[in-house]
């Protein structure tokens, strides 16, 4: 997630195009509401140009906002992504969302689904589920807008999720067993799968942001 280039990208962009479609691979796993910090940017990114801006990494669908003339997708679920053991669960849900441009306006339109829930397939909701997914993507929409219900959504998102975060870490905290560990005289833990771990931890702009904000509640 480099701004820098991100921008650079969009300067180019709007001397070529009328309309401007940013896809992005972001946010929390498993999370329902984007982060304030990724709110805060996209709004950034509409305010600087991009016309629509679609997000997905989640696993879980997200709610949406139109801004400043743009549009932002903060999260589209999984389209096909069969796990035996994700059943009934946001893991199933997702949505198409179709854009229609004309020179100087755009429409849109979402198309729910479910996902690999009882077979490894996707279909149309039902009219029943149809309800349950306009309720469920109005109440997530309505979070977005509140930036005091976001923060309180993120904390308590970050609260359920800090021992699973924290596990990823070094299990070595002793100045004197670090100093053992440079010597070698004890193994380190940051080499092959665990090494991939940290990095993956650490180069994702969403894992760091977690790790950041985990740290600064137990420091």
């Not at 796990?83 to 429409?107: A, C, H, M, Q």
Request: charged content about 25%; hydrophobic content about 35%; glycine content about 4%.
């Amino acid at each position: 997630m480099d701004l820098i280039s991100i921008i650079q990208q969009l300067r180019i962009a709007k001397k070529k195009a009328d309309h401007i479609v940013m896809i992005f691979h972001a946010g929390d796993e498993h999370f329902q509401n984007p982060r304030p910090n990724l709110v805060k940017l996209y709004r950034f990114l509409i305010d600087e140009g991009a016309t629509i801006i679609v997000n997905h990494h989640q696993h879980c669908i997200n709610g949406y906002e139109e801004y400043n003339g743009g549009l932002i997708f903060y999260g589209l679920g999984n389209f096909c992504f069969d796990k035996i053991n994700k059943r009934n669960s946001p893991w199933n849900k997702g949505y198409f969302v179709e854009l229609d441009f004309s020179e100087k306006t755009f429409s849109y339109t979402i198309h729910p689904y479910i996902q690999c829930d009882v077979k490894p397939l996707v279909r149309r909701l039902t009219s029943i589920e149809t309800e349950d997914f306009n309720n469920e993507i109005h109440y997530l929409n309505s979070i977005i807008k509140d930036p005091i219900a976001l923060k309180n959504k993120y904390d308590q998102w970050i609260n359920e999720n800090k021992d699973r975060y924290k596990s990823y870490l070094s299990p070595y905290s002793s100045k004197y067993i670090r100093f053992l560990v440079r010597k070698k005289l004890l193994p380190s833990f940051i080499k092959g799968i665990h090494s991939r771990i940290l990095y993956l931890m650490i180069s994702c702009e969403s894992h760091r942001e977690s790790i950041i904000k985990i740290l600064e509640k137990i420091k």
